[in-house]
C-alpha cells in the first residue's frame, strides 16, 4: 500500500528500486514509529481533529501493536511501502475510518525524520550504558595490574617503561572522551521535529510543545526546514560519535594483536578465546580481536560515506536520505557487539609479569637514569651525552626501579579523577526523563 497512491500504477521495478531495504530496516523503526504516532493523536485530539472518544480505542490498539513489536510478532507486508504504511494499514483494518484519522498534520517525511531520532535517541543510551560496562572492567585491570611494568614503545622501538596499570586506564580515559562527543550528539538528537510536515509545517493548528513533552524531548527543532534539514546532520554527528569508540576499541584490540604474538609475549587468553590453524598445530589466532578491529575500522568509514550521500543536497527532502538506514542503523549493534566482545575476552586477560627481565629490554630504563643524573645536579644536556656514552660503550648499567609519582603516571594512576569524569559526563544525559515519557504513552487511558 502507498499512502501517496492516486490510482496510477507504479512500474513494478520502478517500486522495487525505490522501496530498497525499508521494508527489512524499518523493522527497527517500528516501536519508535508507533511512540510517534502516539504522542500525535494525543495532539490531535487536543486541538480537535480527533474525538475524545476516539483517542483511547486508537491508543489501545496502537499499544497492542507495540506489544507485538516488542514479541517479535510485528512484520511489514510484501504490500507496504515502509512501516509507516504497515501501521496505518492495520489500524485501518481493526478501526475502519478512525484509523485513517491519524497521519492528520504529519508527512512521511517528519514522520522517518522522528523514527530516526527516537531510534538514535535509544541506541546512543543503549551505547553508552555498553561504554560504561567496557570502562568499568578497564579501572578495576588497570588497579589490579598497576604494579606490573610492561615495555613502552615508540616507533615500534623499545621506549620507556610502562605499566598494564596504565595501560589500562588509557582506554578507560579515552572512553571519557568518546562518551563526552557522545552527549553532545545525544543533545542533537533529543529535539523534536513532529509538526514539520513536509518539511513547511502545517495549515492545521498543531501543539508541537505538546508532542514534545509526551515523547520526552528536551526542546523542539523550531525551525520546520530546519527540521528537515537535520536529517543527514543528525546520523553523520551520530556516526562520528560512535566511530570515536571505535577508534578507541579498535586502537586497544590492535594492541592485544601485538601483545599476543610470540615477539612481544605480554598478555594470553585461554583457548576458547582464541581460534586454530588448519595444518599448524601450535596456532592459537587472535581472530576475535582482528575482528573487532576490522568492525571498527568499518565504523570509522561511516562519517565519510554519510558526507558523501548527503554532500550538496540542498533544503527540502530527498529520497537519497533512504540509503542512509542501510548502514547508519545497524552500526549501532556492530559497534555494541565489539564492546561486549572486548569486555567479555577481558575479563580473561592473563598478564604476564616480569617482561622487563627480558636483556632487551636493557635500555628501556635509559631515561630514569638519565633523569636520575639530573636530580644529582648534572645539565640536562651534559646528562643525555653521558649516558649515550655509556650505551655506546657498552658500560650502561641502571637500577630497574621506577619512581613516577606525578599525576597520570606509572606510580600516580589518577584512576579514581577519571571514573569522576566519567561520572560526570553520564550525569548529563538524562535518559530517567525519556523512560518515564515512554512509559507514560504506552499506559492506555
Request: charged fraction near 20%.
Amino acid at each position: 500500500m502507498k499512502l501517496w497512491e492516486k490510482g496510477v500504477a507504479t512500474h513494478q521495478f520502478v517500486e522495487t528500486f525505490t522501496v530498497g531495504k525499508d521494508r527489512e530496516l524499518d523493522i527497527l523503526l517500528a516501536k519508535h514509529d508507533v511512540l510517534g504516532t502516539l504522542a500525535h493523536i494525543t495532539m490531535l485530539e487536543d486541538i480537535g481533529l480527533l474525538q475524545k472518544n476516539e483517542l483511547p480505542v486508537l491508543k489501545k490498539e496502537l499499544i497492542a501493536i507495540y506489544a507485538s513489536i516488542v514479541h517479535g510478532e510485528f512484520q511489514i507486508s510484501p504490500e507496504m511501502e515502509d512501516v509507516h504504511s504497515q501501521i496505518e494499514w492495520l489500524l485501518t483494518q481493526k478501526l475502519g475510518e478512525m484509523g485513517k484519522k491519524v497521519h492528520s498534520g504529519r508527512s512521511r517525511n517528519d514522520q522517518v525524520l522522528l523514527d530516526v531520532k527516537l531510534f538514535t535517541r535509544q541506541a546512543l543510551k543503549e551505547v553508552v550504558e555498553t561504554t560504561k560496562e567496557l570502562f568499568d572492567l578497564l579501572l578495576v585491570l588497570s588497579e589490579k595490574y598497576k604494579d606490573v611494568l610492561l615495555a613502552g614503545y615508540t616507533h615500534f622501538q623499545v621506549a620507556m617503561p610502562s605499566s598494564f596499570g596504565l595501560w589500562f586506564g588509557a582506554y578507560a580515559e579515552s572512553l571519557t572522551d568518546d562518551l563526552l562527543l557522545l552527549q553532545s550528539v545525544y543533545e542533537i538528537a533529543n529535539q523534536n521535529p513532529l509538526g514539520s510536515a513536509a518539511g513547511y509545517g502545517s495549515s492545521f493548528p498543531l501543539n508541537r510543545q505538546l508532542t514534545t513533552d509526551l515523547l520526552g524531548f528536551k526542546r523542539l527543532n523550531y525551525n520546520v526546514v530546519y527540521a528537515q534539514m537535520n536529517r543527514g546532520k543528525l546520523e553523520r554527528l551520530a556516526s562520528v560519535a560512535l566511530a570515536n569508540i571505535a577508534t578507541t576499541v579498535g586502537k586497544m584490540a590492535m594492541d592485544i594483536c601485538l601483545y599476543m604474538s610470540q615477539n612481544f609475549d605480554f598478555v594470553s587468553f585461554p583457548d576458547e578465546f582464541t581460534t586454530g590453524s588448519s595444518i599448524m598445530p601450535h596456532k592459537k589466532n587472535p581472530d576475535v580481536f582482528e575482528l573487532v578491529r576490522g568492525k571498527c575500522n568499518q565504523l570509522q568509514a561511516l562519517p565519510n560515506e554519510i558526507a558523501l550521500l548527503t554532500a550538496n543536497l540542498p533544503s527540502g527532502y530527498h529520497r537519497d536520505w533512504q540509503l542512509l538506514k542501510e548502514h547508519f542503523l545497524p552500526a549501532f549493534a556492530t559497534l555494541k557487539d565489539c564492546l561486549t566482545m572486548m569486555q567479555l575476552s577481558l575479563q580473561q586477560i592473563r598478564v604476564k609479569e616480569n617482561i622487563l627481565e627480558d636483556e632487551k629490554y636493557k635500555y628501556i630504563f635509559s631515561v630514569d637514569y638519565l633523569n636520575q643524573k639530573v636530580l644529582a645536579g648534572v645539565p640536562f644536556r651534559d646528562a643525555y651525552r653521558e649516558v649515550a656514552a655509556e650505551i655506546a660503550a657498552g658500560t650502561f648499567a641502571p637500577t630497574t626501579a621506577v619512581a613516577h609519582t606525578h599525576e597520570g603516571s606509572i606510580g600516580n594512576l589518577c584512576n579514581e579523577a577519571i571514573a569522576a569524569k566519567m561520572q560526570m559526563i553520564l550525569q548529563r544525559f538524562d535518559f530517567e526523563a525519556v523512560e518515564k515519557a515512554e512509559r507514560a504513552l504506552l499506559e492506555e487511558i
